[in-house]
């Protein structure tokens, strides 16, 4: 977990939430969203960083952006190889 901690603490994503020029972008989130993003912030917290739920939902964001390059099908954890699988039946 100290790496973890360690690469948090010089990542570029948690510097970008804060020294970045930003808008305001607001919206509602179903509780039980609000609930999993409060617990990932105390995770992080328990680590050592100082957090707010804003910072939390701008890493995790930023992530899904990265990381699905907004594909649909990532989005929404589908599984083209399982979807071939299943049509060859």
């Not at 901690?5 to 969203?33: D, I, Y």
């Not at 409060?38 to 890493?59: F, P, Q």
């Not at 964001?61 to 599984?79: F, I, P, Q, S, Y």
Request: glycine fraction near 6%.
């Amino acid at each position: 977990m100290g790496d973890v901690v360690t690469r948090l603490h010089n990542s570029q994503e948690l510097h970008m939430a804060h020294q970045e020029a930003s808008k305001q972008f607001s919206f509602r989130l179903p509780e039980g969203l609000v609930h999993r993003v409060e617990r990932c912030a105390n995770d992080i917290r328990a680590s050592g960083l100082d957090v707010t739920r804003a910072d939390v939902v701008r890493l995790l964001l930023k992530h899904a952006l990265d990381t699905t390059n907004c594909r649909l099908d990532l989005l929404l954890g589908h599984n083209k190889s399982a979807k071939k699988a299943r049509r060859g039946r």
